[in-house]
């Protein structure tokens, strides 16, 4: 069975940085397709940050383009968005999405990422 477990949300100060992970059991990893990162703020709808596909092409948000990068590690079955530059409107619950060779998708639980002074 597949689960998504992500870590290293948490608060921040504006301008500072965090790193969050997404590391897969099972193994999805080897039909990945595409992977990337959502956030949903309050009373907003989820929205996509960043993705990443099978030949490490990335795509991003145009409001997090310079600051965030994606990346993701094989042998650790992990994909991974660092976050620099961290801004209040960067507040959100974020997601981690996963897309298989077949087009299925798994989601992670969320993680909680709060950037206050």
């Known amino acids: 069975q597949v689960q998504l477990v992500e870590s290293g949300g948490g608060l921040v100060q504006p301008g500072g940085s965090l790193r969050l992970s997404c590391a897969a059991t099972g193994s999805i990893f080897s039909v990945y397709y595409m992977g990337g990162w959502y956030r949903q703020a309050p009373e907003k709808e989820r929205e996509l940050v960043a993705t990443i596909d099978d030949g490490r092409r990335t795509n991003y948000a145009d409001s997090v383009k310079g600051r965030f990068t994606i990346s993701r590690d094989n042998a650790k079955n992990t994909v991974y968005l660092q976050m620099n530059s961290l801004k209040p409107e960067d507040t959100a619950v974020y997601y981690c999405?996963?897309?298989?060779?077949?087009?299925?998708?798994?989601w992670g639980q969320g993680t909680q990422v709060t950037v206050s002074s």
């Open positions: 999405k996963i897309t298989t060779v077949y087009r299925t998708d798994f």
